[in-house]
Structures are given as structure tokens and as C-alpha cells.
Nanobody
Framework: QVQVVESGGGLVQPGGSLRLSCVAS????????MSWYRQSSGKQRELVAV???????RYEDVAKGRFTISRDNTKNTVYLQMTALRPEDTAVYYC?????????WGQGTQVTVSS
């Protein structure tokens, strides 16, 4: 089975930046897509960005123009570079690995945007 671990969260001022990392380990067993989700208090978990095979990316409106998803296949690592952060970006950010047969979720990393 696959383990997915996020890191890089923390406290940042509005307008600041953070880079989140997600490392996958174990036997993945095929092509896979990586996604970033987030969940703030009292809200549903929502998709932020997706990167698929061939490094094709897709962003939800909340992230478009501010966040960048990328991957380093030599390290089995996916990144989410976040800029122009707003208080409403405060959430636990989760990484998900998706194959044709299963999904693997990380435990999340807390991002807090506050002055």
C-alpha cells in the first residue's frame, strides 16, 4: 500500500506565500494522478488542483492565478506553491494519490493565514 505524507504548512500573513510538499512511498503499481484538497472548519473538503500524467494541470477557481501544482517524479514528490494567500485559504491541506484502482490520502498539513 501507498503512504502519502504532506508537509510545509504553517502560519503566514495575508499576501504571503507557502510551498506544500507531498511525498508518496510504497508500491503504486501504475499511472497515477496527484491532487491537492483542502478543508476549513465547518466546510466540505474541496478540490484545489490536480496534476496528471504528462504533468497536465487543472485548477479550481479559488486557486487559479495564485497557486501552482508541480511534481518531481525522481523524488515521488508533488508540490503546491501558494502565493497571495488570504485568510479564507486557512484550512487543512490534503494530498491524494489516485490510480485506476485506489485512492491514497495523506493526513494533511495545517495552513493558517492571519495577521
Amino acid at each position: 500500500q501507498v503512504q502519502v505524507v504532506e508537509s510545509g504548512g504553517g502560519l503566514v500573513q495575508p499576501g504571503g506565500s507557502l510551498r506544500l510538499s507531498c511525498v508518496a512511498s510504497g508500491t503504486i503499481g501504475g499511472f497515477h494522478t496527484m491532487s491537492w484538497y483542502r478543508q476549513s472548519s465547518g466546510k466540505q473538503r474541496e478540490l484545489v488542483a490536480v496534476i496528471g500524467t504528462g504533468d497536465v494541470t487543472r485548477y479550481e477557481d479559488v486557486a487559479k492565478g495564485r497557486f501552482t501544482i508541480s511534481r518531481d517524479n525522481t523524488k515521488n514528490t508533488v508540490y503546491l506553491q501558494m502565493t497571495a494567500l488570504r485568510p479564507e485559504d486557512t484550512a487543512v491541506y490534503y494530498c491524494k494519490l489516485t490510480t485506476s484502482t485506489y485512492d491514497s490520502w495523506g493526513q494533511g498539513t495545517q495552513v493558517t493565514v492571519s495577521s
